[in-house]
């Protein structure tokens, strides 16, 4: 459980006050007392720019952290030299264009949306929709498969999802109002798969914890050709239950304890990258588009010469990823502990 920790921990040691040796011995009694340490210290690490829906998780009981207003288209954006936001305020999907066509990165609630935000933003933006090559779904929950059927039978790119979750999908092919149909079952992915279209290969990695086969992957972009390393963790919304069970009616999570030991993984696998920014698969997690000034859209339609990209920073990214950690320890040892009542 501190693995990931004990690689990380050192750069926010001063943060946080973690004492790594006295955390490697804690019972799990210890631990289930210490649930609210764990809040306190993803309070910490989120400083006064990581604050809001970042710390929805650590709320007991857990909230959502999607708005719940409806939705806001965001302005189709360049982000990257070679990536592209397509999403709302509640949802996200991105494209990455290679030398060689498009890998579209999920496709929204349902046809309407894939329509008028992904194809709509490809136009306005000069990318061609025939050259989507491949649609990688993060993971089979309807906000992100909902317009797949539509790019599938219009611009007929492969698709590409977890394994366990095209089973999932296929196990309960309903469709929820606002909500479009499962696409057709086309490629697995399985932990490693790599992608290579033109110039680039992406490396998969199976996640499970909010789904069965939640997709993970660290994605290489430039920035005025300056090279960087993303993170994108594939799925968000923590378990409610320590065991596998349902977050949900309609959909299977695998529990807290995967999720962590997946998100603990994917922590070490980017370190080992090198990975100094993150996206993700809704706009309020990442800040990209929060239909504020405080969004990184915002922040980088005023970026002047020389400025950062807003999604770009090292530090930034190593503090989201360990809130999710501590919020996810926090889950834990508030079960553990009976799931008191706690005044927040
Ligand atoms: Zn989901």
């Not at 397509?86 to 991105?94: E, K, M």
């Not at 999720?259 to 990258?273: A, N, T, V």
């Not at 990823?321 to 799931?339: R, S, V």
Request: net charge neutral.
């Amino acid at each position: 459980m501190l693995r990931a920790r004990m690689i990380l921990g050192i750069g926010v040691l001063w943060l946080t006050g973690f004492s790594i040796g006295a955390g490697a011995q804690q019972t799990a009694a210890r631990e289930a007392a210490s649930f609210q340490d764990h809040v306190a210290n993803a309070k910490l690490l989120a400083a006064n720019d990581l604050t809001g829906r970042n710390l929805s998780d650590c709320t007991m009981p857990p909230v959502s952290a999607a708005p719940t207003t409806k939705p806001v288209d965001a302005p189709p954006t360049k982000v990257f030299d070679q990536l592209y936001y397509l999403g709302t305020d509640i949802v996200a999907s991105w494209a990455y264009v290679t030398s060689a066509g498009i890998i579209q990165i999920d496709s929204l609630d349902n046809p309407e949306e894939a329509q008028r935000i992904i194809i709509g933003g490809y136009k306005k933006l000069g990318l061609d929709p025939a050259q989507m090559k491949y649609l990688v779904l993060t993971h089979g929950h309807d906000d992100h498969y909902g317009g797949a059927k539509y790019l599938q039978d219009t611009y007929h790119p492969r698709l590409l999802m977890g394994k366990p979750d095209w089973d999932m999908v296929g196990r309960l092919h309903d469709s929820r109002p606002g909500f479009g149909p499962p696409p057709a079952r086309d490629t697995d992915i399985t932990d490693g798969y790599k992608l290579t279209l033109g110039d680039t290969t992406i490396t998969f990695y199976l996640t499970p914890g909010h789904t069965p086969g939640t997709v993970s992957f660290l994605l290489p972009v430039t920035d005025k050709g300056r090279p960087h390393l993303l993170s994108f963790w594939g799925g968000s919304a923590l378990p409610r239950t320590l065991e596998p069970g349902a977050f949900e009616a309609r959909a299977t999570d695998m529990g807290l304890l995967i999720y962590m030991q997946s998100l603990e993984r994917f922590i070490k696998l980017g370190e080992d990258g090198g990975a100094d920014g993150f996206i993700a698969n809704h706009p309020y997690r990442d800040q990209t588009f929060l239909n504020s000034k405080d969004d990184k859209i915002s922040k980088n339609a005023m970026r002047k010469q020389g400025d950062p990209s807003p999604w770009i920073g090292r530090s930034t990214y190593i503090r989201y990823m360990m809130i999710a950690l501590e919020c996810n320890e926090a889950q834990i040892g508030w079960i553990q502990a009976g799931k008191p009542k706690i005044s927040q």
